[in-house]
Every structure is written in structure tokens, then in C-alpha cells.
């Protein structure tokens, strides 16, 4: 399996995702700005690869304090976590994870500054494992929607790489090819930052599952030939509503897959629910450097100067998704129920 992130007691290591698929280079990182720099930056990216990477993010700034008392500490932890909360905004995740390592240490505090280290890295490491569990069920329920021979389009990467590991939307691909079915993955390149044609056609090759690598624009094309059986991406954020926020573009692959009568599915764990936000219109959506549109691996694709907009994320409304695949069951429209009874009744 791709390791995308592990802790070690040299830091959080991390596979360093801009490289790819030139190389492959692990990076550690050794303190929790280095961790918040990484998200930012995208060496991890992907919604529950984040939530990962956060909780070890505030595990290291933690294990790292040179507090000399639970109120030091307390004054650290607030600093550690407002640095890792604020790298990326759409991903729930991020936010998720930092909440629940901000409970684990308000159950410890009172039992002395080691027993707090060590339950942080404890409940890291539990999210981490406990990621690539949710992904293999989500993977086992997800599948049984894929036809025994199916052209799968997917949006971005929701693999192994966004993920601790097997991978949301990839992890139903893989599922599928696991039960025998015979399927081929249409990866779209995911403009700007070629999530698609770097991350998603590297993993799959790796795997031996076929995967053909098209570029953003010819999805539509695609899908009036006949081309395309269904539709498969992850997600950053759910509202309470099923509206799902995504990486830029996956909302157009939505509207085309309606269209064209192709069922548009979405499998994101149970942490990537927001069911606090009533609609997607309330997500808040990434504005990223306009470098990123302006050049492609440093070479410039625009005159210098040109206005560029670079919003990394959009919202598909819930009325073009078919099905929302998550590691509890699969939920399907009315999604403000579904979702509800999928999340339990504690959740916000
Ligand atoms: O900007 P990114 O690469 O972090 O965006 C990733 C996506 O949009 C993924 O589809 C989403 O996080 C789900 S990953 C399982």
C-alpha cells in the first residue's frame, strides 16, 4: 500500500505529493509549523489525508512544548492548533480532527503533560488506522453500485494519496476491481494542479487498474459517446443537505453526468459531513495563488500579468448526486435524513 503519511518518533513523514509522478520523496517533518506548512503547501493534500495529517500535527507541537506547567500548555495547544486550523478552510476535515485532538487533551490534561503526549499520538495514530478501515468499508459498500464491466470517470484524487490509505472514491475502484469486476477509470487532469494526471493515473498504474488520462474539457464529449458508465469523486465538505464541495470542476462533471443520464456518486467518509452548514452555499470555498493557474511546473501559460481567478473547490448541489457513499452505509436523497441518520444523533 502507498505509505502517504506515518508517524515516527523523528516526526510526521510525509510523501511529498507536488513531485509526483517524478519522484518519489519523503519529507519529515519535525515540528508542527513544518506539519501546517506541508498542508498549505499541498505536499499532503486530500480531505482525510489532512484530518490526518493535522492530528499529528498537534500529537508533535504537543510532544515538542517546552511547557513547564498545564497552563503553559494549555496556552501551546491553542497556539498548535490555531497554526493547523488555519492552513486550508474547505476540508472539514482539518477542522474535525483538530477538535477531536482538542478533546482528547481536555480528558487527559488533568493527568500530567506525559500522559497528555501520549494520548495525543495515541488518537493520531487510532485516526490513521482508522481511516483506512473507514475507506475499505466505504470500498465494500460503494462497489455494489458499479456494474460488473464499468468506464468510471473521476474528478481530482480521492486515492490512496488524499487518504491514509486504499482511498475514497479510488477505494470503491478498487473494491470493484477486488470483487472481479472489470472496470477502466477515466482520470480527468484536474486543472491546475493536476491532482488527475499527476496523482490519480500514478496510483492506479501502480495498482494495475486501467486508467486513461483526459483533460478537463473532454469529460462531456465522453460522456455523449457513451464513453462513461458512471461517475465517482470524493469530497472536501457535505452540507446538511447533500450539497457536496469538491475540487474545482467537479460540479460541471456533475451537470454533464446529468445530462447525459450517467449516475454521479460521492464517497467521502463520515468526517467530511458538516451537517452544521444547512447548504453548500455556507462552505467556505479556497482561493489559491494565482501562480498556480499563470504556469505549469514553472513554465508560464499565461502573459505574465494576466487576471486569473483560482478558486480550488466548488459545490455540486445535492440534486445531481445519485448516492453519497460513506463508511456507515450509502445515503440517498431526501440527504437532509439520510445523512442525519448515517451521522447519528450527536452530531451538529
Ligand atoms: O486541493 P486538494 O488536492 O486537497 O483537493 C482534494 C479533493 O478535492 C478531493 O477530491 C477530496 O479532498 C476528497 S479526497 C478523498
Given at each position: 500500500m502507498?505509505?502517504?503519511?506515518?508517524w515516527t518518533e523523528a516526526g510526521v513523514v510525509m510523501l511529498d505529493?507536488?513531485?509526483?509522478?517524478?519522484?518519489?520523496?519523503?519529507?519529515?517533518?519535525?515540528?508542527?509549523r513544518a506539519v501546517a506548512e506541508a498542508i498549505r503547501t499541498m505536499v499532503i493534500r486530500g480531505a482525510p489525508a489532512i484530518g490526518v495529517a493535522a492530528a499529528m500535527g498537534v500529537a508533535l507541537g504537543v510532544r515538542n512544548s517546552s511547557a513547564a506547567n498545564a497552563a503553559e500548555l494549555d496556552a501551546d495547544l491553542t497556539r498548535i492548533c490555531d497554526v493547523i486550523a488555519g492552513t486550508r478552510?474547505?476540508?472539514v476535515n482539518l477542522f474535525w480532527a483538530v477538535e477531536r485532538m482538542k478533546k482528547v487533551y481536555a480528558r487527559t490534561r488533568s493527568e500530567g503533560i506525559e500522559a497528555v503526549r501520549a494520548a495525543l499520538v495515541r488518537e493520531a495514530q487510532g485516526m490513521h488506522r482508522e481511516d483506512v478501515e473507514a475507506n475499505r468499508q466505504m470500498g465494500r459498500f460503494g462497489q455494489e453500485l458499479i456494474p460488473q464491466e464499468a468506464r468510471v470517470l473521476t474528478h481530482c484524487n480521492a486515492g490512496a494519496l488524499a487518504t491514509a490509505g486504499y482511498g475514497t472514491a479510488l477505494g470503491v475502484v478498487r473494491a470493484a476491481v477486488e470483487a472481479g469486476k472489470r472496470i477502466e477509470v477515466f482520470a480527468d487532469e484536474t486543472r491546475p494542479f493536476l491532482q488527475g494526471a499527476r496523482l490519480t493515473a500514478w496510483e492506479l498504474m501502480r495498482d494495475r487498474i486501467p486508467v486513461t488520462v483526459i483533460t478537463d474539457s473532454m469529460a462531456g464529449h465522453l460522456m455523449a459517446r457513451r464513453?462513461?458508465?458512471?461517475?465517482i469523486v470524493g469530497a472536501d465538505r457535505i452540507a446538511a443537505n447533500g450539497d457536496v464541495a469538491n475540487k474545482i470542476g467537479t460540479y460541471s462533471v456533475a451537470v454533464l453526468a446529468k445530462e447525459n443520464g450517467i449516475p454521479f456518486y460521492v464517497a467521502a467518509p463520515v468526517s467530511t459531513l458538516d451537517l452544521s452548514l444547512a447548504d453548500g452555499s455556507q462552505i467556505p470555498i479556497e482561493e489559491r495563488s494565482p501562480e498556480e493557474v499563470r504556469s505549469l511546473r514553472g513554465v508560464a501559460v499565461t502573459p505574465e500579468a494576466a487576471r486569473v481567478c483560482n478558486p480550488a473547490f466548488d459545490i455540486t448541489p445535492h440534486r445531481y448526486v445519485g448516492a453519497i457513499i460513506t463508511e456507515r452505509g450509502v445515503a440517498r436523497a431526501p440527504y437532509a435524513e439520510s445523512l442525519r441518520a448515517l451521522a447519528g444523533p450527536c452530531s451538529s
Open positions: 502507498i505509505r502517504t503519511i506515518e505529493q507536488r513531485l509526483l509522478p517524478g519522484e518519489e520523496v519523503y519529507r519529515t517533518c519535525g515540528d508542527y478552510p474547505t476540508a464513453g462513461i458508465d458512471c461517475v
